[in-house]
């Protein structure tokens, strides 16, 4: 019975209540580095405009674990213009890259599926980083440890729904179980490709299956997500065949060069 | 797949580069120690000998910039105990966990050796031990020694292949492959200034140990050649700078191919002297450059 969200995009407003929800719920700071000192000022003055439409926090980082996408597209002649929004947080993946990848058990799958940072065994090695395909999981200097959604753990294992779902004023996010999820997604797939418009779920698929998915009107790309994600240690097999093959390799020539022993009579070096 | 999609881990190349260097320089070191200890005559042990002095001080480096480079420092040790559950923990998955407990293995073996030839030079000598000396399998532990080392050298490049940054990715399989025969050739240089150092005239063991470095290093540059191939587009900052400075000038023309251009030009010569000296350092130094430039490439 794994539990998950699903997020459809085209009846997302772009209202960041989400955004304020998840960081309310788990005590999130504020994105330090967006707010500074300016001579004069005694108050921190927000310098947190990215220049990119009404986007504050740019990115997932240690303290965003929802970020809303803004994305505009206007054409040459400045005529047609659409404005796409995406709620996006950690997808919970069935493969999940960064537990695969974490070497102290830090990141795990709770039995509700979704995946969780134990905060007290994260070392902060950094290596699930740049294992999640979807760059959502975060280092924090303050805590020396990583950090993202946790699917709001504390509330889902106590019936509550997740915070971002619930703060949703158009049922953009919905949260509940996978394969209820599922059949919600495939229905609004079918309405909205009845009306012509293209449209696809992401997330079915990818690295296993998302328990977080998204239904999208254009290229996953456009709304910043990998087109093609590949869990990273689905290359280990190869990675290590070809390691030990020249492995092997060097130890034919090292063969080659030192082996006198081979022919030489057998005598132990002096104690 | 932009690189935006996927985070930087931010791993200070000072810490990381380093330790990947340091101890690929031990593992190569150990491995070339360990087949003369196997395969060579018993009456030259100068080179195996010199790999274990290499070695272990070497390994000895490694864990400082390892848990210097983490969040949390005083939880390295959660790499092999599961703290909330206080019993081993091993990762098949995760080319970090067998790593550090491969680490273990290999620490031990070199230690081993270490003592073991500490004790054949008699610079320390156990009543005790040395009744049962000459009973110690070194030849399992050399053997042993040499598996681990190998992982050791290559695991830390198919570490940065199954990731999802871009460069990475695109290399994949071949930086393990690369960081193994790059490990051998600077291990194979270490032993040489070592016994330069010690003024150890080996003869013909070096004469092997420098026939052995020249494949090594036509096999590195093919395998860079190779891996540029596939990097494709995602490799495009190393033509930028700083990387064609310490990538192209440092770690393939200074690092390798002047190295082996010097190799060939004074094989027939004799072992020893100061231009000998400048072109084992340069080996070295391009080994170390070769990672920073590989590990950089993949987080900028
Ligand atoms: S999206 Fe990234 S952080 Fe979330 S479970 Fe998948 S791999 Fe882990
Ligand atoms: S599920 Fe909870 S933790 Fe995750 S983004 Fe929503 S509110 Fe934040």
Known sequence: ?271 | MSPDNVQVPEWAWYYIAVYFFVAGTSAGAYFIGAMEELFSSAKEREVSRAACYVAFPLLLLVPIPLIADLGRPGRFWHLFIYNQGGYPYLNLQSPMSVGSWVLLVFGVCTLLSFLDNLVADRVISFPLFSRYYNRIPRKLYALVGSLAGFFIAGYTGVLLNVTARPFWAATSPLMGALFLVSGASTGAAAISLYLIWRQRNAGQEVARLESFDRALMISELLLIAVLLVLAGHTAQLLLTLPFLVIFWLGAVALGIAAPLWFKYRSRRQHFGGVPHLAHYLCILAGGLLLRISLLQAGQL
């Open chain 1, 1 to 271: 019975m794994a539990k998950g969200m699903f997020i459809d995009t085209t009846i997302c407003t772009g209202c960041k209540s989400c955004q304020v929800a998840c960081k309310q719920w788990n005590g999130l700071a504020a994105e330090p580095a967006h707010f500074g000192k300016r001579s004069g000022v005694t108050y921190p003055v927000a310098d947190n405009f990215t220049g990119d439409s009404y986007d504050n926090t740019g990115s997932l980082s240690a303290t965003d674990w929802r970020h809303v996408r803004f994305i505009e597209q206007i054409d040459e002649q400045r005529r047609e213009k659409r404005w796409l929004f995406s709620s996006d947080s950690c997808k919970h993946c069935s493969d999940a890259g960064c537990l695969n990848a974490c070497p102290t058990k830090a990141i795990v799958r709770t039995d509700l599926g979704n995946v969780v940072v134990q905060q007290e065994t994260c070392i902060g090695c950094k290596f699930c980083i740049p294992s999640c395909p979807y760059g959502v999981i975060s280092f924090s200097e303050e805590s020396g440890t990583v950090h993202k959604c946790t699917l709001c753990n504390d509330r889902i294992h106590n019936g509550l729904g997740t915070a971002c779902a619930k703060a949703c004023p158009t049922g953009s996010i919905r949260f509940g179980e996978v394969a209820d999820l599922r059949r919600r997604a495939d229905a609004r797939l079918a309405q909205l490709k009845g009306k012509g418009e293209k449209a696809q779920i992401y997330g079915y698929e990818e690295a296993d299956g998302l328990k977080v998915f998204y239904l999208f009107t254009d290229r996953p790309g456009v709304y910043g997500q990998p087109e093609h994600p590949i869990v990273p240690q689905r290359r280990l097999v190869l990675c290590s065949l070809v390691t030990i093959l020249t492995a092997l390799g060097i130890g034919v020539a090292a063969l080659v060069n030192f082996r006198e022993r081979l022919n030489g009579k057998e005598e132990h070096h002096e104690s």
